[in-house]
């Protein structure tokens, strides 16, 4: 179920590949491509923010739709 | 493009950070933002103040007044900015290290006077910058390249460090609990006195990897599993405690805060010239 409302960006650019998001995310939403993070069930996604509030390299989080 | 939040309290042409991959340092830098942000403090009358080390290094991110000082000395210089201009909101960023070894006389001075200071230790157990030698708050039997047979030494619990030498709000956060911790910064902020909020921290690249702690979200894991609650723990007994890590609020009292008291003092003596 994704969130009506949030959405799920991703900011490759910054990650470092820890897998800390993979590991606390509830719904398996996210996985490392080539050690960077990547969406890979984006329906499943239901913007809980577990990811964001703990990336220590800000390299994923959600955003009000149409925010940016 | 960033989050809000990181697009607007960091120097995105700073970022990414240089710390390593899984480093808590990154999870508490934003949780002080968000602390930040919650209170809707305005951001001109936020100063950032670190001395040296990984934890250090936040001071250069974020995007307020900020100054990064010498190894040890954040909170004296932290003091001087507070007295120029009490009306500041003036928060530490340190180590463990830079707070409790070379620091640690001005860390207990400054809870003496219960001076309005917000110190944040990114407590990780170790010195991460200078590769791995242990620190006042690495615990007894632990590893570190300058205890290579173990860690004789009881470590610091810094809260109760900070509240025995006068500090007027402590708490204990960690990487893990954001919510939490975030809390206890803003409670630390609000409250007019010394606070300091220990934030247990995860290095995996020296403290993880000397002492067998696995990976970054292994270290993470150990702390959802084995953080008790201050109020709960209060009714368990030492030996339920054993390898257990306390978190949440642990000290609250009002004292006379030392700016106000040296405002009182210019007055009597007949104000300032
Ligand atoms: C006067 C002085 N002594 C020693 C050092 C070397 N030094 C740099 S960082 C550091 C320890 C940092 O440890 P901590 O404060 O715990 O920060 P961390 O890197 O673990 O985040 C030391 C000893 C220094 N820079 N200056
Ligand atoms: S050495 Fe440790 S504290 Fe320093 S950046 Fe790496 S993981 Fe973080
Ligand atoms: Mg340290």
């Given at each position: 179920m994704a969130s009506p409302t949030k959405k799920l960006c991703v900011k490759p650019e910054w990650c470092k590949g820890c897998g800390i998001c993979v590991a606390f995310c509830p719904t398996e939403t996210l996985e490392l491509k080539n050690g960077k993070i990547s969406i890979a069930k984006p329906e499943s996604c239901v913007a809980c923010g577990m990811c964001e509030m703990r990336c220590p390299d800000y390299a994923v989080y959600l955003t009000e739709e149409g925010d940016n | 493009?960033?989050?809000?939040?990181?697009?607007?309290?960091?120097?995105?042409?700073?970022?990414?950070?240089?710390?390593?991959?899984?480093?808590?340092?990154?999870?508490?830098?934003?949780?002080?933002?968000?602390a930040i942000d919650n209170l809707g403090l305005d951001k001109h009358k936020v100063v950032i103040v670190s001395g040296i080390g990984c934890s250090s290094?936040?001071?250069?991110?974020?995007?307020?007044?900020t100054i990064h000082t010498t190894h040890g000395r954040a909170i004296a210089f932290a003091t001087g900015i507070k007295l120029a201009k009490p009306e500041?909101?003036?928060?530490?960023?340190?180590?463990?290290?830079?707070?409790?070894?070379?620091?640690?006389?001005?860390?207990?001075h400054a809870c003496r006077r219960n001076i309005d200071l917000t110190v944040v230790v990114f407590n990780n157990n170790?010195?991460?910058?200078?590769?791995?030698?242990?620190?006042?708050?690495?615990p007894t039997g632990d590893f570190g390249t300058t205890a290579p047979y173990g860690n004789i030494d009881l470590s610091f619990d810094l809260p109760a460090l900070a509240q025995a030498a006068g500090a007027t709000y402590t708490g204990r956060g960690?990487?893990?609990?954001?919510?939490?911790?975030?809390?206890?910064?803003?409670?630390?902020i609000k409250n007019k006195g010394l606070s300091l909020i220990d934030c247990v921290s995860v290095c995996p690249t020296y403290y993880g990897r000397k002492n067998k702690k696995g990976s970054a979200v292994d270290m993470m894991k150990w702390q959802r599993d084995n953080a008790v609650d201050a109020k709960k723990a209060a009714s368990m007994s030492e030996e339920e405690l054993k390898g257990k890590l306390v978190i949440g609020?642990?000290?609250?009292?009002?004292?006379?805060?030392?700016?106000?008291e040296y405002q009182k003092l210019i007055e009597k003596v007949g104000g300032a010239k």
């Amino acid at each position: 179920m994704a969130s009506p409302t949030k959405k799920l960006c991703v900011k490759p650019e910054w990650c470092k590949g820890c897998g800390i998001c993979v590991a606390f995310c509830p719904t398996e939403t996210l996985e490392l491509k080539n050690g960077k993070i990547s969406i890979a069930k984006p329906e499943s996604c239901v913007a809980c923010g577990m990811c964001e509030m703990r990336c220590p390299d800000y390299a994923v989080y959600l955003t009000e739709e149409g925010d940016n | 493009m960033a989050s809000r939040l990181i697009d607007e309290y960091f120097r995105q042409s700073k970022l990414p950070h240089i710390w390593c991959p899984g480093c808590g340092h990154g999870i508490l830098m934003r949780d002080v933002a968000q602390a930040i942000d919650n209170l809707g403090l305005d951001k001109h009358k936020v100063v950032i103040v670190s001395g040296i080390g990984c934890s250090s290094r936040a001071a250069g991110y974020m995007d307020f007044d900020t100054i990064h000082t010498t190894h040890g000395r954040a909170i004296a210089f932290a003091t001087g900015i507070k007295l120029a201009k009490p009306e500041l909101n003036v928060i530490v960023i340190t180590g463990d290290g830079d707070a409790a070894a070379i620091g640690g006389n001005h860390l207990i001075h400054a809870c003496r006077r219960n001076i309005d200071l917000t110190v944040v230790v990114f407590n990780n157990n170790i010195y991460g910058m200078t590769g791995g030698q242990y620190s006042p708050t690495t615990p007894t039997g632990d590893f570190g390249t300058t205890a290579p047979y173990g860690n004789i030494d009881l470590s610091f619990d810094l809260p109760a460090l900070a509240q025995a030498a006068g500090a007027t709000y402590t708490g204990r956060g960690t990487a893990f609990h954001v919510p939490q911790t975030v809390k206890l910064i803003e409670n630390g902020i609000k409250n007019k006195g010394l606070s300091l909020i220990d934030c247990v921290s995860v290095c995996p690249t020296y403290y993880g990897r000397k002492n067998k702690k696995g990976s970054a979200v292994d270290m993470m894991k150990w702390q959802r599993d084995n953080a008790v609650d201050a109020k709960k723990a209060a009714s368990m007994s030492e030996e339920e405690l054993k390898g257990k890590l306390v978190i949440g609020e642990m000290y609250h009292r009002e004292k006379p805060e030392y700016t106000a008291e040296y405002q009182k003092l210019i007055e009597k003596v007949g104000g300032a010239k």
